[in-house]
């Protein structure tokens, strides 16, 4: 992801997930890595990239 800094660590912390629910519905993007980002994800969406669905780890 070329270009694309995290405003609360300045890296590329970002993993690409899918939330399956909550305030957008099947909504996929991007979702931070670091402690402060995932609070940020938390806070907007109801999950963090530890609970939202990743996947590559899709088992079809």
């Not at 402060?36 to 996947?55: L, S």
Request: glycine share 14%; hydrophobic share 25%.
């Amino acid at each position: 992801m070329a270009g694309a800094y995290c405003k609360f660590c300045g890296h590329r912390c970002f993993v690409y997930r899918i939330i399956p629910d909550g305030p957008q519905v099947g909504w996929g993007g991007h979702l931070a890595t670091c402690s402060d980002g995932m609070e940020h994800d938390r806070a907007q969406t109801g999950h963090d990239h530890t609970t939202a669905i990743n996947p590559s780890q899709d088992s079809d």
